[in-house]
């Protein structure tokens, strides 16, 4: 039977401040255990949390576990959810369905071994164990406790045939694969063929995806951009692209002259760096008619938007969804099907 | 004959500090008078600041045009360039062409009545006339002084049918009008029939110029979102919608509540009110598989990313390009053919 107040799908239900908002922009949820009719409750195992709230957590307590792991306490006892007040980001959870809902529509059972595929800054959320088992050194974040799962949320059974690390660090990423595949599919340029795509951060996670993705979509070419030497090396051993180039991706020409260097402009340009600064170099690497499509959460929509328009580019930009149905599959069987994303993907866990 | 130093195209040239960046991203341009062989230099009459940042200055100084003005003349001789260092934003410029490099591919001449179309943010300014004739309560400020376009700036000569303010109203957002139309067109959803599309801030500039160019490229239906009943009642009254609602656009579900009665959920949404927080709302009021269009400049990227996401919700967003062959003519074509756009844009100078 469920609480009073009718559930939404979206989970406006369990805002408590301010009103009105989603979920996400909440400052506070209702983490309660009892569930409404459409939920499903979770026994969390493990927190992940997103690199770039760790990094700063981890910043401002310069290193000190114990002062990482109190903040992240407080923050999810005052909060009913992981959000980092500074980044503003979260991170996944992994853990065993405990109660669904009889209206829930996400088909999950009670024992199912699952991952969220929405973000922990949406997701009520209650630890239990004082995170007694985390040292607050690392973003995975070993911990018993639980969440709350929404009618419209998103959460992966993990396969039983690959270590759960290496599942979450996939499906972490899973969209950026997802909707590169899309955009390849539903290219239509000159020559009846695919497009050439660059990949800027090809060897990282969201990167190396990208690359077998758009390869197996029917990519003409694909180019890896890669920050130094070293990522250049990694990235050729895993056979994912056509051509690495090195270049700095917060130096616009460079970026245009190296992606130009490989054969490009490239059709679509696909930007999965953590850094600000890439919107120009990313507009500039890519042709006429083409299409950037944009990973990093350190995009700026105004430089995205102001820089095209300031170059007189005409290019089609998108910002990278998370989510896409099927998602988690098609990074899963990317990654089971080629030795180089897993062996980049091993090297980073 | 040039300086020293060689042009680039895009005016990497001009920039000062940081090194390496475009001129968008500079802190500081050199303005200098002096032009390269590709440059055109412009004779200022009158600056558009674009709306979202005027309202930031106005709301810091609290409506006192002494101090808006005095901020501007700062931001244009401390940074070469009028860019608003908070919202990153500029906007346009009306001048009469100066002096025309020799190898200037933008085909004007001396003389030639011309707003530019790219964005103030990465346009050298220099301000002759201490803004004397400006009083800071309008975004329109007329002035004397210089601009310097670039080999890949884009500016287009003012027509002699239409008053200089309108049109300059009307090329500040002709990018999405043009955007609208190309989505508009290129929709492939059942039943071979256009997409219906919800204008959110429909009333406004870019909003109306947005439905016409939505209704005009084939749209099966037409939604104008709008605040509050004043212009609800000036929407209905311009024709330019086949339903128009009231909602608050910071609102998700009041926002995908009202679509959804007008017949949505729209298959294309276009959001061009300049206010935070407005991409929840649009994700939820567009169908599975849909798109939307950002052209405010107060989108968060982040907050598109991770809403989307976190919505579960498949759909294709945009980033807003200001840039698209041919945008000036859409958009001075339906003001002429449209008088409801037209009555909408008069109503606002």
Known sequence: MSPPQAADPVGTHRVLEPAGVLPQQALRLDARREIWDDEVRVRVRR???????????????????????????????????????????????????????????????????????????????VVEDALAGWDGRSEQVPTDGYAILFGRSIAARLPDDLPEELSLAVLDVCGAPALVDRVVRSYTGPDHRGPVVAVVGGAGKSGSLSLAAARQAGAYGTIGVVPHDREASLLRESGLADDVVVADARDPLALRDAVRAAGGPADVTVVCVDVPGCEGGAVLATADRGTVVFFSMATSFSAAALGAEGL??????????????????????????????????????
Chains 1, 2 share one sequence.
């Open 312 to 349: 007189a580019a005409d290019v089609t930009m998108l910002v990278g969804n998370g989510y896409m149905p099927g998602h988690a599959d098609l990074a899963l069987r990317l990654l089971r099907e080629e030795p180089g994303v897993r062996s980049l993907f091993e090297r980073r866990l």
């Open 47 to 125: 927190l992940n949390l997103d690199a770039a709230s760790f990094r700063q957590l981890s910043e401002k307590h310069r290193g000190d576990g114990g002062q990482v792991r109190a903040e992240v306490l407080d923050i999810v006892r005052s909060r009913g959810k992981m959000q980092n007040p500074v980044t503003g980001s979260g991170g996944m959870l992994v853990g065993v369905v405990e109660e669904v809902g009889p209206d829930s529509p996400l088909g999950l059972a009670v024992g199912d071994r699952v991952a969220t595929l929405v973000s922990l800054t949406l997701t009520p959320l």
